[in-house]
Nanobody
Framework: QLRLEESVGGSVQPGGSLTLSCAASGARLDSYFIAWFRQAPGKVREGVACIGRDDSGTTYMNSGNGKGRFQIFRDNAKSMVHLQVNDLGPADTGDYYC????????????????WGQGTQLTVSS
């Protein structure tokens, strides 16, 4: 059974960058599409990015101010998926989750059946 665990987020100053990591165990990571979601305080959870099983395709779901600032990539040999976020701003503050599903990327969090516990990212000066 696949299990996911996010790395510790932390606090970052505006304009900074951070790479979040998601470690998989219990099953072959290359069988799954992996997505990152985030939930800002008081807001619904939203999709950020998703990556195909063999790194063959990526989908960026945040078309707002996140456009162009996120990069998702994976290392199946190390059972890791990463999310790099650049030019961080206060709106990026929230809990970040990685999630897995077997068939294609989807922007709906209800379509993912395996979730990490989440990690908190705070952007503040």
């Amino acid at each position: 059974q696949l299990r996911l665990e996010e790395s510790v987020g932390g606090s970052v100053q505006p304009g900074g960058s951070l790479t979040l990591s998601c470690a998989a165990s219990g099953a072959r990571l290359d069988s799954y599409f992996i997505a990152w979601f985030r939930q800002a305080p008081g807001k619904v959870r939203e999709g950020v990015a998703c990556i195909g099983r063999d790194d063959s395709g990526t989908t960026y779901m945040n078309s707002g101010n996140g456009k162009g600032r996120f990069q998702i990539f994976r290392d199946n040999a190390k059972s890791m998926v990463h999310l790099q976020v650049n030019d961080l701003g206060p709106a990026d503050t929230g809990d970040y989750y990685c999630a897995a599903r077997l068939y294609w990327c989807d922007h709906r969090d209800s379509e993912y059946h395996v979730w990490g516990q989440g990690t908190q990212l705070t952007v503040s000066s």
